[in-house]
Nanobody, 118 residues
Framework: QVQLVESGGGLVQAGGSLRLSCAASGRSFRSYSAAWFRRAPGKQRELVAEISWTGAAPVYADSVKGRFTIVRDNAKRTLNLEMNDVRLDDEAVYYC???????????WGQGTQVTVAS
């Protein structure tokens, strides 16, 4: 069993930076793929970035490539999302997820709100 708790959301100016963190309980987190998703008002949830259990070969949505970085620390059981050059359309609730089974993630956090001010 894995529990995920996000933190770090808040208000950020367009063009600014923000770091989201996800703290995982359960040793098995270290062996799972993990990801950040987001859901903007009126839109479907979308994958932002995902990373393998080793931390290798992260994958990013085209809309965040070159601006966001996903990083995991298996010793600390954390998953971070470094957000740079934040844009208005990055505003959303961001969710941490772990253990990819097929195309679906099994464990989810409760989400953290990112609000972008112009």
């Amino acid at each position: 069993q894995v529990q995920l708790v996000e933190s770090g959301g808040g208000l950020v100016q367009a063009g600014g930076s923000l770091r989201l963190s996800c703290a995982a309980s359960g040793r098995s987190f270290r062996s799972y793929s993990a990801a950040w998703f987001r859901r903007a008002p009126g839109k479907q949830r979308e994958l932002v970035a995902e990373i393998s259990w080793t931390g290798a070969a992260p994958v990013y949505a085209d809309s965040v490539k070159g601006r966001f970085t996903i990083v995991r620390d298996n010793a600390k059981r954390t998953l971070n999302l470094e957000m740079n050059d934040v844009r208005l359309d990055d505003e959303a609730v961001y969710y941490c997820a772990a253990q990819k089974i097929g195309a679906q993630y099994h464990y989810w956090g409760q989400g953290t709100q990112v609000t972008v001010a112009s």
